[in-house]
């Protein structure tokens, strides 16, 4: 449901204590993706091959158990440890058992029992498109099994061959490859106290030969660290853990040390520390580039000093505070990009820049976090303002570049429809502003350097 009908219905119901019944974040699919790939990875106690089904978005993992379940007592009792072991981090799964990739996409998420037979389920458990299943439905085909008697040329022609594909990966007649996620290599180094020790000193002391362990088996294996987790046991108290991120992968022990330092100078230790373990949780290759003759580093955006410099900023800011944009397939502006982390974040791909269908100068500099509504008078009903009002000082419009329509899909709750003109006034400042369409008012938007 729309975020604002939950909020109602939320406040309508809330608690005696006066706490809210439900929490909100904002959505981050490549966050919901690195969450997904560690539990993949953390699955390799059940199967030696998971990966990720090809969900959008994202939300299923695939496990292949072939010839594996007898080592854990039958089919039955190994969805049981399944099911425990992510019950133990607090999470609800649904479970599906089949011969198939297909089969048991479609028990996990249309069958209460992983043993019904596959023909018996909606049609809606065969992955298709939305347009597929609403005209497969209006054709009273409702089950898989009512498919089987129909004839393939007639169901490819009419539906494409997705149909009959996803028919026959279910069944079994074609096969379906999983993308395995393979399982990090073990990058751990332990310290294990003969004493529980308070001095802050000898903790330091202690981790700074742990990086250096760690960086030389990392280096034997020509890799560089993307992220590190620490774990400091105690004695008498939960554990502490905490994590250090990378901009590049890197084995230089004297950088990762500083970035640690600056994490143990905030640290606050209750109790004695028993244990230290040290893992590179993300690692990747190092990268090797020859040096040119004349090489400014300096202004090189993959310059060794570039990425220290963001590896700093982000142990001490945090990883949120140091971002990128990165474009977004949306007509409305202020949804057309979002802010990605720099440090743990996806690599900025150059096509995105490629599928601009405007120039970079149609577009300010400044880019207002909400449109600004302004008081404005045009030449014509539907031509541009002629001056308007901003920040208590009128503004003449000399020249004027536009309309250019912007409109959202017809799949949006409320439609956005603009018209965009970029001004200039007689005082030499350059603004982007638009007419919203449905209410015929005038919003300032952006402003060019």
């Known amino acids: 449901m729309p975020l604002s009908e939950a909020t109602a219905l939320e406040q309508r119901g809330r608690r005696t204590d006066g706490r809210p019944r439900f929490h909100t974040e904002s959505y981050d699919p490549f966050e919901d993706r690195k969450s997904l790939e560690a539990l993949a990875a953390s699955c390799h106690c059940f199967s030696p091959l998971v990966g990720l089904a090809d969900d959008d978005p994202v939300e299923t993992l695939l496990l292949d158990v072939t010839g594996i379940a007898t080592l854990f007592g039958g089919e039955q009792a190994m969805n049981q440890q399944i099911e425990k072991f992510f019950r133990q981090q607090h999470l609800t799964v649904r479970i599906g058992l089949g011969n198939t990739v297909g089969a048991a996409w479609a028990r996990a998420h249309y069958s209460s029992e992983y043993r019904n037979d596959i023909v018996e389920l909606p049609i809606e458990a065969l992955r298709l498109p939305p347009a597929s299943i609403e005209t497969l439905n209006r054709l009273g085909l409702e089950h898989i099994g009512d498919l089987l ?24 007649k074609q096969p379906e490859i999983i993308a395995s996620i393979h399982s990090p290599d073990d990058f751990f ?5 003969e004493h529980p020790v308070t001095q802050q000193s000898v903790i330091q002391h202690v981790i700074r030969q742990l990086i250096e362990r760690l960086c030389f088996l990392l280096l034997k294996q020509g890799k560089g660290s993307l992220q590190l987790h620490y774990r400091l046991t105690c004695q008498d108290n939960e554990p502490v853990m905490f994590e250090v991120g990378c901009y590049r992968p890197t084995a230089d022990a004297d950088h990762l040390w500083k970035l640690t330092e600056s994490h143990l100078d905030r640290l606050v230790l209750r109790d004695p520390v028993t244990g230290i ?14 040096k040119e003759l004349f090489d400014d580093d300096h202004i090189r955006q993959n310059s060794p000093l570039v990425a220290s410099l963001i590896d700093r900023l982000t142990s001490r800011l945090g990883r949120h505070a140091i971002v990128r944009s990165v474009l977004q397939s949306d007509a409305q502006p202020e949804k057309a990009f979002r802010y ?18 405007f ?25 541009p303002p002629s001056r308007f009002e901003y920040n208590d000082e009128q503004h003449i419009v000399s020249r004027y570049w536009g309309p250019e329509r912007i409109e959202t899909g017809w799949w949006r709750q409320r439609g956005v429809q603009r018209d965009y003109y970029r001004v200039e006034t007689s ?17 300032l938007h952006g402003m060019f350097g």
Not at 189 to 193: A, D, I, N, P, T
Not at 348 to 356: A, H, T
């Open 427 to 443: 005082q030499g400042f350059r603004f982007w502003m638009f007419r919203c369409l449905h209410e015929g008012s005038w919003y």
């Open 359 to 383: 120039s970079i100068l149609d577009r300010p500099l400044y880019l207002m976090d909400q449109p600004a509504a302004l008081r404005s008078y045009a030449v014509t009903p539907n031509g």
């Open 149 to 172: 008697p129909l004839p393939r040329d007639e169901l490819k022609a009419r539906f494409g061959a997705t149909l009959l594909q996803r028919l026959d990966q279910a069944l079994g």
């Open 189 to 193: 180094v332990e310290w294990l106290f």
């Open 277 to 290: 373990w040290v893992c590179a949780t993300r690692h990747d290759r190092l990268s090797q580039r020859q």
């Open 340 to 357: 990605e982390p720099l440090v743990g974040g996806n690599k900025p791909s150059k096509r995105s820049i490629e599928r601009l269908s």
